[in-house]
């Protein structure tokens, strides 16, 4: 039998209940692992997403927990050794997005954006981080966007939380080499996600497509491939580093002109 490229590893992945925390979790477990699945809302997806990784051969633990609440992360720590003894893999993929012009945009609303993309993405990396320090080992992958580069316009808060976890993933490879802990970025376009799916709506949806050289939207399991390559020993010297898989989305300016002068 051959083993995966993630064979024996731990790994926490939020925000997996469903989407692109879903698919990284049980292509994580296709390739060896045993996956801590997490979700503050979507308690009864984390079981299910725990279920179908059981019946792949791994070992799953959900756990419910708000990844912008400094004691729940603590606890997703915590139980996560308990149950495993190690942290090889962090994912930092729980993510909201509340549109709005920004001139409309509440303060309640920035804030609920910012904690869960940004803060949260800061307190698991710390308190999974010890674990990783002490152990002189560990991989961290954020799931960033490519609105951390492009606005999205009325987005609201969405394009500076994802701009910040870009930076905040450089800052964490520079100051965490020294303990052998690898930490990178995806930054995806469009993906079949419910999320996505809401956001770009019929004619909306035909245009956005458009304007993706590669003429579709990404599915989860292409992101989920990425990660997998990003967490396993194929990319031994890649570090903090935001890796884009968005179609050629980001590059597709000059298309757009050819597609709007016809």
């Known amino acids: 039998m051959v083993e995966g490229k993630l064979q024996g590893n731990v790994a926490i992945v939020t925000g997996s209940g469903r989407g692109i925390g879903k698919a990284i979790s049980l292509e ?89 993309n940004l803060k949260g993405a800061f307190l698991c990396s710390k308190y999974v981080g010890h674990q990783m320090i002490m152990r002189k080992n560990g991989v961290i992958i954020n799931i960033a966007s490519i609105a951390g580069f492009v606005p999205e316009v009325f987005a609201g808060a969405y394009s500076p939380s994802k701009a910040g976890l870009i930076s905040l993933t450089q800052l964490l490879a520079l100051e965490w080499t020294k303990y052998n802990i690898r930490v990178n970025a995806i930054c995806p376009g469009a993906i079949e996600t419910a999320i996505t799916n809401a956001e770009w709506p019929g004619k ?32 031994s010297y890649i570090t903090g580093h935001a890796l884009v898989t968005d179609g050629g989305s980001s590059q597709s300016m000059y298309s757009l002109v050819n597609l709007l002068i016809g």
Do not use: Y
């Open 204 to 235: 909306k949806r035909e245009a956005r497509i458009k304007a993706i050289p590669l003429k579709r939207f990404g599915k989860p399991e292409e992101v989920a491939k990425t990660a997998v390559f990003l967490a396993c020993s194929d990319s």
């Open 28 to 116: 994580f477990a296709r390739q060896g692992a045993d996956v801590v699945v997490n979700a503050h809302s979507d308690v009864k997806a984390i079981f299910k997403t725990a279920e179908e990784i059981r019946a792949l051969g791994r070992r799953s633990l959900p756990v419910v927990a708000n990844v912008s609440n400094v004691n729940d992360v603590k606890r997703l720590v915590s139980e996560t050794t308990k149950e495993f003894g190690k942290i090889d893999i962090l994912v930092n993929n729980a993510g909201i997005m509340k549109p709005a012009p920004i001139e409309k945009l509440s303060e309640e609303a920035w804030d609920s954006v910012m904690n869960v």
